[in-house]
């Protein structure tokens, strides 16, 4: 039988979603940045008892926005630092999972290729890709698959701004290591960089390529 503790916790869950289905830009921001500030380095049990066990109906939430409105850059950062949240507490593999099942890495990749998004938010979604890479050589091939690696490699060419590059390097290189299905394919993908108008993107990718010829050899 189900407390009155627990009735009150689902009650006001349900007004939260009530809160963020019917709200607009300014209240969706405003949930997302109380998000942010309240639950930073939080594991995943912590965050389900945040949201009374509701945690994944948040994220299934706040993934599905950005799906719909990343192109107009509607409160991007906000939702990919909630999104970069889930994926990185300890104990995130469900997180993970539902993220991927949604068509989470392609919207991250084709951010990356968006001329009206500002590099501030390719940051953010570099270093959400940057979580799953880490996570194992399912997400890392999962990357490799959605043409991650020219997508990631565009961006460290293109951007102007140094961070991007940087995050864009660091990206590079973990999908580099163990991940044997696509080594050939990101070692390619770096040698095809050197020819780049950017002299900070050759100089990364030149940093990079001594990390990975001990493991990646070109065909």
């Known amino acids: 039988m189900i407390s009155v503790k627990e009735q009150e916790a689902i009650s006001h869950l349900m007004e939260f ?7 607009g ?7 997302l940045n109380n998000f942010i500030t309240s639950n930073q380095g939080k594991n ?3 965050l389900e008892e945040e949201f009374t066990q509701g945690g994944s109906l948040f994220l299934a939430r706040i993934t599905t926005w950005l799906r719909l409105s990343y192109m107009f850059g509607t409160c991007l950062k906000e939702i990919l630092q909630s999104i970069s949240i889930f994926l990185s507490s300890a104990g995130s593999g469900r997180y993970k999972v539902e993220f991927v099942e949604v068509g989470g890495i392609l919207t991250l990749l084709e951010i990356l290729g968006l001329k009206q998004i500002n590099d501030q938010n390719k940051i953010e979604a570099l270093k959400i890709l940057q979580i799953l ?12 698959e959605s043409y991650g690696v020219r997508s990631v ?16 390097q660091v990206l590079l290189e973990l999908l580099a290591h163990g991940n044997p299905k696509y080594q050939t394919q990101v070692y390619k993908g770096l040698i095809a960089l050197l020819a780049c108008d950017s ?3 050759q100089h990364l990718t030149l940093q990079t390529l001594r990390t990975v010829q001990g493991d990646c050899s070109p065909c």
Not at 133 to 144: P, Q
Request: net charge positive; with cysteine; hydrophobic share 25%.
């Open 133 to 144: 890479g880490r996570s194992g050589r399912t997400y890392k091939e999962l990357i490799c």
């Open 153 to 168: 490699a565009e961006c460290l060419a293109k951007s102007k701004l140094e961070e991007t590059q940087e995050q864009a």
């Open 44 to 46: 995943a049990p912590e």
């Open 199 to 201: 002299p900070k993107a």
């Open 17 to 23: 979603f009530k809160d963020w289905d019917n709200g």
């Open 25 to 31: 830009k300014v209240t969706r921001c405003r949930i």
